[in-house]
């Protein structure tokens, strides 16, 4: 039960400034949350995003991003896309994903190739925010669905795209070790029995 007739307790603060200077501040209205943008690449983003995706991969690489951008951002208008998601001017994301007819014997499809944000942006909707673009112009160009692929190993990433609601397809992937020479001619052309 709160006791009436007692003063209040006087409140602990830090801070030094005069009165009128803290009646500004208290004053001024709260400075509006900065607005997260999804666009499209440009040239002077490439230096943000090869940092970003060395922050991932441990790698900087300058020319693959140079090509990359070649290929989805400045030839890539259509069926191309490389995506940036600016906030407060500053590139804190990417997508990168194209629409590719008939690959696998499959009708076209939209297939996303990498996704990445900021470490310090995470978990705040921007890697939604770009899903859902490039889900938005792949459906602009008339296909049904979005594909990719996973590292089977990367559970972050299988949650974030099960929580944007992708799941198992209908592809499997298949792989060889190429590494090793082929078997010599004769073996080769040994006949069956
Ligand atoms: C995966 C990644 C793109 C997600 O970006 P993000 O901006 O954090 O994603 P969102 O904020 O839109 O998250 C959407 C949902 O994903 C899931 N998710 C995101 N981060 C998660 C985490 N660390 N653990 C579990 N689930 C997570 C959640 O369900 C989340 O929804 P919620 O916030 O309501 O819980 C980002 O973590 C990243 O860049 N990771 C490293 C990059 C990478 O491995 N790329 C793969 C190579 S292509």
Redesign the pocket.
């Known amino acids: 039960m709160a006791d009436e007739g007692r003063a209040e307790p006087p409140t602990m603060t830090t801070d030094t400034s005069s009165p009128r200077s803290r009646a500004r501040k208290a004053a001024a209205p709260a400075a509006p949350a900065p607005e997260l943008r999804i666009r499209t690449v440009k040239a002077g983003d490439l230096p943000a995003v090869v940092a970003l995706d060395a922050t ?1 991969t441990g790698l900087h690489k300058a020319a693959y991003w140079q090509r990359v951008f070649r290929r989805y951002g400045i030839n890539g208008q259509g069926q191309r896309h490389f995506l940036v998601a600016v906030l407060d001017e500053r590139v804190c ?1 990417f997508a990168i994903g194209e629409v590719r007819d008939w690959e696998f014997g499959a009708p076209p499809c939209g297939w996303l190739f ?4 900021v470490p310090s ?9 770009l899903l859902a673009e490039l889900a938005q112009r792949f459906r602009r160009e008339g296909v049904h669905t979005l594909r990719t692929m ?1 590292a089977s190993d ?1 559970s ?2 299988q ?2 795209f099960r ?2 609601g992708m799941r198992a397809g209908h592809l499997l992937p298949l792989e060889m070790d190429i590494e090793a020479e082929a078997p010599p001619p004769a073996a080769a052309g040994r006949p069956r029995r």
């Open positions: 991932v994301g990498a996704i990445d944000v942006a995470r978990q705040q909707g921007v890697g939604g925010r996973t990367n972050l990433i949650s974030f929580s944007q």
